[in-house]
């Protein structure tokens, strides 16, 4: 029995387990339990959540920073990570603040001599045509940054709707000459 108990040992140790020919010289050794580790108790919700001393010094220091330093920040962490800048597109509520403000501030230059050239544009989508949906829900994903389909369906579905705001006047054109090749009707504004 002493023999057929080492041949255990030596299926276990090669394999994690006894073959079916060692299994019963090894049925009298008890398996070796792995050490229990105590789970801690569920939080309740109404207690604060416990923060790492170390996360706690990290948004001390922080706090402490300008805004400035927040935004170096910012730029660093997103070149060490690796991380996109992501550009959201702006909805419907923002862009008819921004075309608001625009238009109140036109009202105000009425008066002055118009000399100053407008350097930046807002691309809007007003409609689209149905046959060439899929097309530019498809070209609207590609043109904005971080969007999927399922967000871009909801873009077009959405018309009007700002596509791209504050861009030069020669990236605005070749947006326009994009969406309205996949089949939407553009404003530059």
Known sequence: MLVGVRKAARC????????RYCASASAAAPPQQPPEVPIPPPSCDSAPKQYPPNVEHLVSEICKLTVLEVADMNELLKSRLGLPDVMMAAGPGVAAGAAGAAGAAEEAGEGEAAVTEK???NVKLTKFE???KVKLI???KSVIEGMNLVQAKKFVES???MVMSDIPKEEAEKL??????????VEIE
């Open 138 to 140: 498809k070209e609207i």
């Open 130 to 132: 149905p046959d060439s």
């Open 159 to 161: 018309a009007p709707a």
């Open 119 to 121: 350097l930046v544009f």
């Open 176 to 185: 326009k000459e994009r969406i309205e090749a996949a089949g939407g009707t």
């Open 12 to 19: 276990r140790s090669l394999v994690g387990v006894a073959c």
